[in-house]
């Protein structure tokens, strides 16, 4: 399958000092799944096959219940094409 991007906004329902101890282990998690990724200040965008990327959506959705979250509101943005799309062809040039 192609590679595709998807960027993740997640926002749990959390008391406002865990918001970013819950987001910190969202990208943890993205980091060990092994894709290749970007953290940006509104969103993390990964790369990779599109089932496993969605996949890790769910799983983070997942964790930050576990850590406590009492609903999460994500955003979701997904780039495909058959021939595939990378983020360094979007945003080497400014890297």
Sequence with gaps: MPVANVSLQ?????????IYPVVDKVIAHI???GVKY???PMETTMEGELDLL??????????CIREGA???????????KP???TMDEKVGKYR
């Design 10 to 18: 997640i926002l749990p329902r959390v008391s406002d000092e865990r």
């Design 83 to 85: 021939e595939g799309v």
């Design 70 to 80: 009492t609903r999460v509101l994500s955003v979701v943005k997904i780039d495909y």
């Design 31 to 33: 980091a060990k799944s």
């Design 38 to 40: 970007i953290v940006g």
């Design 54 to 63: 969605l996949d890790i959506v769910k799983e983070v959705q997942d964790l």
